[in-house]
């Protein structure tokens, strides 16, 4: 299962670097839980859901549902 965090970058126009002041992580951090390449906590994919206004189920790929 892929996450949806570069789709919704993507439709947003926005940049990892974006979500920095917003989450608390690091852009680094954010690029590695873009490429499941990271196993962050639970908070940190509410914090990066709630800075691009989708549920932390769609941006995981659990839920087609964005809301």
């Given at each position: 299962?892929?996450n949806?965090?570069?789709?919704?970058?993507?439709?947003?126009?926005?940049?990892?670097?974006?979500?920095?002041?917003l989450?608390?992580?690091?852009?680094?951090g954010?690029?590695?839980?873009?490429?499941?390449?990271?196993?962050?906590?639970?908070?940190?994919?509410?914090?990066?859901?709630?800075?691009?206004?989708?549920?932390?189920?769609?941006?995981?790929?659990?839920?087609?549902?964005?809301?």
């Amino acid at each position: 299962m892929q996450n949806r965090i570069d789709k919704v970058l993507n439709e947003q126009g926005k940049k990892y670097a974006d979500l920095v002041p917003l989450t608390g992580l690091s852009d680094y951090g954010i690029k590695e839980m873009a490429k499941g390449g990271s196993d962050e906590t639970l908070g940190a994919w509410f914090s990066v859901a709630r800075a691009l206004n989708v549920s932390p189920a769609y941006l995981v790929g659990w839920s087609d549902e964005k809301g």
